[in-house]
């Protein structure tokens, strides 16, 4: 049965020891995962975009009764309603055109006797909610342009980056369903809640990529690091996962240098303006402001070590004259605001 699983990918792929960090928030959400995972409720995660929720699905399963049974990953978000609708739930033959002969069983289904999860469940649409609310009430599925009532065997574990209360109270999300999904409830902390994993992580991914791209690097430099560390990491672990393949495919020596992780954080940011800031309000976030303050102590410890010579001070800092003078400008104008 694992093979045949394994086979169609309905095998959950993570468990615990893949959820790596040391900080107590991250070891508390563990611990409540792993007693979830032992009784036979629905779970609702709670989690910012590339916090890991996955992965405690994922792990979930692997430790509960269910766990040699299907497990089924749903992106709500990735499917317009009519798909998503015939995915879950199956159709009969002749239900609309270009139906499969014989019909099609629907992911519910696939999932007889282990688990669906079901991300983002905040966009599925109204009428979905309601097919669902069903499903969780009663354990029964029909499959599109069918009268016969399938019984199921299913456990759903729900996710969603959005606060499912305010939408309830907007009347954007069923409030009988919200309570159905409701029953054991599990908040991802954010990357920038648990800063001290940020060293563990990065380590994680160098030696990955290492491998990936056959390099060799050792680490990162002492300021790169704290860079990374100051950083706000609105993507979470996806960003920092992102910005780490990127550095070790940029970076040639034994270690990543500040002022390439600088650049990385700065052209992945999401908070650089469009439109010039007006005097006296930067739209600048705290680690953005820490990540300036070092940029800057770099570059004045460049020119001071390279007595004032431009040329050389870009050197020592690996970047190109000409970068260095945009730098300097930056600089510049910031001191005159």
Not at 87 to 100: D, I, R, S
Not at 149 to 168: G, Q, S
Not at 258 to 275: D, F, G, I
Request: some cysteine; charged content about 30%.
């Amino acid at each position: 049965m694992r093979k045949r699983l394994r086979a169609r990918g309905h095998l959950a792929k993570y468990d615990f020891s893949d959820i790596l960090g040391e900080s107590e928030k991250i070891k508390d959400a563990i611990e409540k995962a792993k007693r979830f995972g032992k009784v036979d409720a629905t779970v609702l995660i709670y989690g910012e975009t590339g916090t890991g929720k996955e992965f405690f699905a994922h792990a979930i399963h692997n430790v509960s009764s269910r766990k040699n049974g299907p497990f089924i990953a749903v992106n709500c978000a990735a499917m317009p309603e009519s798909l998503l609708e015939s995915e879950l739930f199956g159709y009969a033959e002749g239900a609309f055109t270009g139906a499969k002969k014989g019909g099609k069983r629907g992911l519910f289904e696939a999932a007889d006797g282990g688990t669906i999860f079901l991300d983002e469940i905040s966009e599925m649409s109204d009428k979905l909610q309601t097919r669902l609310l069903r499903v969780l009430q009663e354990y029964e599925i029909m499959r599109l342009g069918d009268n016969r009532v399938i019984r199921i065997d299913v456990r759903v574990i729900a996710a969603t980056n959005r606060n499912l209360h305010k939408m309830v109270a907007e009347k954007l999300f069923r409030a009988d369903l919200f309570y159905r999904i409701n029953v054991l409830t599990l908040v991802i902390p954010s990357l920038r809640e648990r800063r001290e994993d940020i060293p563990v992580l990065v380590d994680h991914f160098l030696h990955l990529f290492n491998r990936k791209f056959g390099k060799n690097i050792k680490g990162v430099e002492r300021r790169g690091m704290e860079l990374l560390a100051a950083h706000d990491w609105p993507g979470n672990i996806r960003e920092l996962k992102n910005i780490m393949e990127r550095l070790v495919i940029l970076s040639d020596g034994e270690y990543i240098p500040a002022e390439l992780v600088a650049e990385s954080l700065y052209t992945s940011s999401e908070w650089r303006p469009t439109e010039p800031v007006r005097q006296g309000q930067p739209d600048v976030t705290p680690g953005q402001r820490r990540i300036s303050r070092l940029e800057e102590e770099a570059i004045r410890e460049a020119l001071i070590a390279a007595k004032g010579n431009k040329k050389k001070a870009a050197a020592l800092l690996g970047i190109s004259r000409t970068t260095l003078w945009r730098r300097l400008k930056k600089l510049q104008r910031g001191e005159h605001q």
